[in-house]
C-alpha cells in the first residue's frame, strides 16, 4: 500500500508544505543522533502545518467535526543520522484520498549552511482512517477532502 | 509545600511500594544518561503501581469514578545518572492526603549487582489535585482515600 | 525490502521472544490511545529483550564490541488501538541477517484477559545497518550473528 | 535550595528570553492536557534559547568546551493545563551562578489571542552542576559565565 514508484517520481515535482524545528536534547539518544521515534513526531507536525497552510486546523477536525486521524501504517527510511541542535526542515504533501483513507509523505532534511543545499536524513509515509471518537470511520469534512484533492499528485497529472 | 525536613524524615521509616524497571534506549539522551524529563515518567509508574498494590486501579478512577489527579508541582533531585538498560527500582508512598491534594514521595534506585546495596539515584515528590474530568475539585471516592490514608507517615505516627 | 508475503507466511510458525509491559500514562495522547511513535519504541524492547534472551546484551554490543545497531528502516501496520494500563505483549523474531543489514519482525498484542486470546493490535518491522560508532559498517560480532541466524526463518527451513 | 520568595520577587522584574513553541499531539496525553513531564522538555528548550540569544551555543559548549550541564535539580508548579496546538511561551532568565553550579527560572505561558493578555501555565526551575563529559565538576567557561552574570537578579541590583 504504501511503496510505489510511479507514484513516488510524480511526488517528486509536487509543491510541499516546508516547516522548520530544531532538535531539541530530549530527542537525542546515547548513540548521539535523534531517536528514531522522534521522525514519527516529526511527520506528525509536517501533516498538521500542512493542514493549517491550508486554513484548516487539525485541532478544529477534532473538536468541531469529531473527526480524528489515527495512522494505520507508518513507514520511515533513514538516510543520515539528525543531530542536536540541527535545523531541520519537514516537507510534507498529501499523497492519496480515496473515501476515508489518507496518505501523506514526507521527506526530513537537514538545513544546508550558508547557502548550502539541505541533506535528505529520512523519507516516509503515513496512511490515516478518517474516524469519528469512536474509531468507526466517516468522511472527511468535504471543505478538508477538496482542499488536499487539489494537492494531490493525481490531481496535477490531469491539470 | 513540597519539602519539609521532618516529614521527610518520618517518610524513610515507611514502607514502600517498589516497581522495578529497565532502563530504555528511548530515554537516554546524547550524554548517554537518561534524560532529566523521564524521572517524571517513572514516578507516574511508581504512583500506579503503589495504587494497583491497594486493589484499586489508576485507570478505573478515571473511568468509573470520573477523576484524574493532574499534577500541581512535581519536583526530582538527582544524585547520580541512570544508564541504558540499567535496573530501576521505583520506590513510591503517599506523603498527604488532606481535602482533594495528594502527594506522594519518590526514590529512584539502581538495583545492586550480586546481592550490593542499591543506589540512590534521585528523590523526589508530586501533588496532585483530585479533580473531575473538567478539571474541577472533587473528593476522591473513600476507599481510595482510606486505603492511602493508612500508608501516610501521620498515621503511622500514631500507631 | 521490508514486505515480502512468503516470509511473512514462514515468519509467523517462528519461536518467538515475549516481553510484556504496561502501557504508561505517558504513552497515551488526546485521542486516549498509545501515540503512534511510541510502538517504535516497543520494538525497541523488543528487540533488546530478544537479544538478551539468547544471552547476549545490547549494552555490551555498544560498549564492549564498539557495534551499533541504527535504524536504516521502520514500518508499523495499526491494527487495533493499545489503551492505558493495557498488558502488551511484545513478540520479536530476527527476519533477515545479511552481511551488516539486520532485520527483526515484530507482533504487538494485548494480553487477554481471563485466558482469552491476544488480540493482535500492530505488526511491523525494523532493519538496522551494524555500524562503529562513527556510523562506518562492520560486521556483527561472530556469536551474536550465530545466535541470531539460528533463529532465522530460512535456517529453520533447512531443518 | 530552588526556593526563595525575595529573589523570585526580583526575577519577575528581569529581562526574560521568550521562546515560542506549539504544543505537539504527541505530547498531550489522555486527560487531554499536556503531559506533565514534557514541561521540562520546554524547561530545556528555554534554556538553549537563552544562550543561543546571548551568542553562545549549548551544542558548542558542548563540542568546543567539553562541559555537559546534567540537571541536579528541577521543579515545575503547574498553574493550568496547555492543551493541544496551543502557542506556548518560554520564558527563561539565569537565577543564579556560584562556581559550577547554575539555575534558571522559568515561566510557561500560553499565548494571548488577538492581543489578550498571556495566561500563565506553568512555573519552575531547574539547576545545573557545570561537569566535563566523565561529570566531574569544572568551571562554565569564561564567555559563558560573564554573559550570564549580566543577567543575573544580583547583578542588576547592583546598577
Request: with cysteine.
Amino acid at each position: 500500500m504504501i511503496r510505489d514508484q510511479e507514484s513516488a517520481e510524480r511526488l517528486r515535482e509536487m509543491p510541499v508544505t516546508t516547516h522548520q524545528v530544531r532538535v531539541r536534547y530530549a530527542e537525542t539518544d546515547q548513540m548521539g543522533i535523534v531517536y528514531y521515534a522522534n521522525y514519527l513526531v516529526w511527520f506528525e507536525l509536517g501533516r498538521v502545518e500542512l493542514l493549517r497552510s491550508l486554513g484548516l486546523a487539525y485541532s478544529q477536525l477534532e473538536k468541531e467535526h469529531e473527526c480524528i486521524l489515527p495512522v494505520v501504517e507508518a513507514t520511515c527510511r533513514y538516510r543520515s543520522p539528525a543531530r542536536y541542535d540541527d535545523e531541520i526542515l519537514i516537507e510534507t504533501r498529501p499523497a492519496m484520498l480515496r473515501g476515508s483513507v489518507l496518505k501523506f509523505a514526507y521527506r526530513i532534511l537537514r538545513k544546508g549552511v550558508d547557502g548550502a543545499e539541505p541533506t535528505l536524513l529520512a523519507e516516509g509515509e503515513t496512511v490515516h482512517i478518517v474516524c469519528d471518537d469512536q474509531l468507526k470511520r466517516k468522511a472527511l469534512p468535504v471543505h478538508y477532502a477538496e482542499a488536499l484533492r487539489k494537492l494531490l499528485p493525481q490531481h496535477r497529472g490531469h491539470e
